[in-house]
């Protein structure tokens, strides 16, 4: 089992950038896909980004690809998501998620396939 927490969410202008983070405790991290969504008011939560246990496969969100960066730190138990060149419609709380690896070793990129959650973290991007 992994516990989820965000942070370093906020409030930044059209064109800024920001990176938020996903620290995990618990037990073999690196045997987790982490991906990120975000879930805009009134709006369903959807996918962003998704990275392998080992860091070497990642996957985007067209809406994101080319602005967004997803990366790990297993030694340090964290999970990133760069996101630069921000919009206003990039406005929403993200979440983090975790799913033990299968043994498909396919990396999820939708949010019923995750099994843990972090309480989410703020990002407002103002025009």
């Known amino acids: 089992q992994v516990q989820l927490v965000e942070s370093g969410g906020g409030l930044v202008q059209t064109g800024g950038s920001l990176r938020i983070s996903c620290a995990a405790s618990?037990?073999?991290?690196?045997?987790?896909?982490v991906g990120w969504f975000r879930q805009a008011p009134g709006k369903e939560r959807e996918f962003v980004a998704a990275?392998?246990?080992?860091?070497?496969?990642?996957y985007y969100a067209d809406s994101v690809k080319g602005r967004c960066t997803i990366s790990r730190d297993n030694a340090n138990y964290t999970v990133y998501l760069q996101m630069n060149s921000l919009k206003p419609e990039d406005t929403a709380v993200y979440y983090c998620?975790?799913?033990?690896?299968?043994?498909?070793?396919?990396?999820?990129?939708?949010?019923?396939?995750?099994?843990?959650w972090g309480q989410g973290t703020q990002v407002t991007v103002s025009s």
């Open positions: 998620a975790a799913k033990p690896r299968t043994r498909s070793s396919v990396v999820p990129t939708t949010r019923y396939q995750y099994d843990y």
């Open positions: 618990g037990r073999a991290f690196d045997s987790y896909a």
């Open positions: 990275i392998s246990w080992s860091g070497g496969r990642t």
